[in-house]
């Protein structure tokens, strides 16, 4: 973190609902990443982005949708269709300049109800 | 696509002793193995990473080492402190695809 921040820290939702997490960034990094943590495993990624307006989606992006209208932010937004969404969602950038290493934020917890 | 294996799952050390953590990768094409800590609640700081060019790359008391005819890189933590107790994560990336794949993560348990 320190520089990227995620909010709100905790979420909670109802079945049927449609929830969005916030990322926002002031590093000027280019790329930006989703990722899922369950508890004992590793991070699982929903989708990326490299560019503004331009995304990708990764190994788990069933039931997600991101945007990316300004460098600084990429939304996520969990939709009804994700059958499992309770998990801890974390944020990541990569600079260009240092194209591999990521920088996490503080991540946000979700909780269906 | 890239597959990380990292052991042990769980791992406990008495203060002042060494730890040590283990990941195997599967893609020869990655090059860029960074390793994070992990506290309850937060996201993942990096730590130390080593690049495929070097075998070995130390800061104070964390050192990485790089096998990479091997394909497995470890994480090697001296003089341990209670405050070292985290959840460990390794990860490797490849150039082709962009993209860190994860291991699974050791809980390391300082004991005072």
């Known amino acids: 973190d320190g520089g990227i921040t995620q909010s709100p820290k905790y979420l909670f939702r109802k079945e049927g609902q449609n929830v969005t997490l916030s990322c926002e960034q002031n590093?000027?990094?280019?790329?930006m990443y989703w990722y899922r943590q369950d508890p004992g495993q590793g991070l699982r990624l929903i989708y990326y982005?490299?560019?503004?307006?331009?995304?990708q989606k990764g190994d788990i992006a069933e039931g997600y949708s991101v945007s990316r209208e300004k460098k600084e932010s990429f939304p996520l937004t969990v939709t009804s269709a994700q059958k499992n969404p309770t998990a801890f969602y974390l944020c990541?950038?990569?600079?260009?300049?240092?194209?591999?290493?990521?920088?996490f934020g503080p991540g946000t917890r979700l909780t269906v109800l | 696509g890239e597959n990380v294996e990292q052991h042990p799952s769980t791992l406990s050390v008495q203060e002042g002793d060494s730890a040590v953590i283990k990941c195997t990768y599967s893609?020869?094409?990655?090059?860029?193995f960074p390793w994070y800590k992990q506290e309850l609640g937060k996201g993942p700081q990096l730590i130390i990473d080593?690049?495929?060019?070097?075998g070995e790359k130390k800061d104070q008391r964390i050192a990485v080492t790089l096998n990479k005819t091997a394909k497995h890189f470890s994480l090697h933590i001296t003089e341990t402190q209670p405050e070292d107790s985290a959840v460990y994560f390794c990860?490797?990336?490849?150039?082709?695809?962009?993209?860190?794949?994860f291991g699974s993560g050791t809980q390391l348990t300082v004991l005072p």
């Open positions: 990860a490797a990336y490849s150039g082709s695809a962009r993209q860190l794949t």
């Open positions: 590093l000027n990094h280019d790329a």
């Open positions: 080593i690049r495929s060019n070097v």
């Open positions: 990541a950038t990569e600079s260009r300049l240092s194209t591999d290493t990521q920088y």
């Open positions: 982005s490299q560019i503004v307006n331009d995304f």
């Open positions: 893609d020869s094409a990655s090059n860029y």
